[in-house]
Every structure is written in structure tokens, then in C-alpha cells.
């Protein structure tokens, strides 16, 4: 049985390559040399979103976490995610979205959706909502397999209990920890490599295709 069911959100939950891009391209700018820093291992996690919240402050010098919100408000769920996540409630598994994306999107797409359990990384914020330009890592960006045997620890599921969903190399992490590791739409060949499962296709919905096969949890999980 698969009681648990990992979902990246940026390129899978949702119809965008980056919840960080998205805000760098609201103001017109990009981090390039912060992306080029972090792959090289120059600088980690928490640097890597004080460099993108420097650049943000450049144009908002007071930028709010409210504001933040309204930015990525916009951000289209993918096509099947509803279906996707109602068929897997179905099942009687849960959900979790395991992102290095945004918290503020994550938070709302699992509210929308009704997913389980959210983990992503998020911001400090002074008491009138400012950002302090520090930032909170719950998921680090090439340890999401970590973050995963944490949550299944919690939970009290096995890998061999899991699937999990995602599109680019640092899901492949997730892949590792689980019995199905399924990539939707992927961007790398070490994606497709590390996958059991490839779905090329534009709705998520096609997901529950794959899961067919395995028996059901039992009852619908709680909403």
C-alpha cells in the first residue's frame, strides 16, 4: 500500500519553474550569481535567500510579507492537481508538499487542495510584517531526502510505503526514499534516470494512472 504520496510544488503543484523566480520577476530582476554561488557551494541555504531578499529590497526597500503574499497570489495550480490530490485522499493516503520553494505559496496551494502536510522555506519577519532579510530553511534545496525520512519518521511510514512527484534533479532525493518516484513533465535527464515512472504529459491527474495498481489505504484520510 502507498500511505503517503511527497509533492514538489515549483514545476509540479504548480505552473511555474520557480515561487522565487516568480517574485524576482514581479520586480524585474533576477539572481543569477546567488544560483551560481549556491550550485557552486560557495554559499548555503540561509545565504542563498538573503541574497534573493537583497535584491527584492532593492526595489521595496520596506517589502512586507503581505506583500509577498499578493505577488505570488497569481501563481496557476497545474492542470489535475484538484484530481490528483481528491484521488489520492481517495486512497486514504496523504499528501505532503516537500519544496525549497516558497512557504506563503505552499501554505495556500495545500490549503486549496487539501494537502496533509506543507514544508517549505520561509522568511523572518519583524513585528509590523517587514521582511528582516533573514530567512527560515525547513527544506534544504539538495536535502530533500533528509527532509523526507524525517516526515515519513513522524508519520510512521516506510519508503516502501511511499511515492513521490517531482520534475528536476533535486527531487531524485525524494525518489531514493521512496518505492514509486514519478517524474511529471521533467526538466533533466537525471530526473528521468532516477524516476520509476516518467509522466510527459501536462495534467497531473494522469498520476493516478500509475498508482492504480496498489491497493487502497483504507478509509478516505481525514479532511
Do not use: Y
Request: aromatic fraction near 4%.
Amino acid at each position: 500500500m502507498l500511505r503517503l504520496v511527497a509533492l514538489d510544488l515549483d514545476g509540479t503543484l504548480v505552473d511555474v519553474e520557480s515561487s522565487w523566480a516568480v517574485v524576482h520577476r514581479h520586480f524585474g530582476d533576477r539572481n543569477d550569481e546567488g544560483l551560481r554561488r549556491f550550485l557552486a557551494k560557495e554559499i548555503d541555504d540561509h545565504e542563498f535567500i538573503r541574497s534573493d531578499v537583497r535584491i527584492w529590497r532593492r526595489h521595496r526597500p520596506d517589502l512586507r510579507i503581505d506583500e509577498l503574499e499578493e505577488i505570488l497570489g497569481g501563481v496557476p495550480l497545474m492542470p489535475g492537481a484538484e484530481a490528483l490530490v481528491r484521488g489520492l485522499r481517495a486512497r486514504g493516503a496523504r499528501t505532503a508538499i516537500i519544496s525549497g520553494g516558497i512557504d506563503l505559496l505552499a501554505r495556500r496551494v495545500a490549503r486549496d487542495l487539501g494537502v496533509d502536510v506543507a514544508l517549505a522555506n520561509g522568511f523572518r519577519v519583524a513585528p509590523d510584517g517587514r521582511l528582516t532579510g533573514e530567512g527560515i530553511v525547513r527544506v534544504p534545496i539538495l536535502e530533500k531526502e533528509a527532509v523526507l525520512a524525517s516526515l515519513q519518521s513522524q508519520l510512521g511510514i516506510g519508503p516502501d510505503e511511499t511515492a513521490s512527484v517531482g520534475n528536476s534533479e533535486i527531487d531524485v532525493g525524494l525518489f531514493r526514499r521512496s518505492r514509486v518516484g514519478i517524474a511529471f513533465r521533467p526538466v533533466d535527464d537525471v530526473v528521468r534516470r532516477g524516476a520509476t515512472t516518467i509522466v510527459p504529459g501536462e495534467n497531473l491527474e494522469a498520476i493516478l494512472d500509475v498508482l492504480r495498481d496498489f491497493p487502497r489505504v483504507g478509509p478516505p484520510a481525514p479532511a
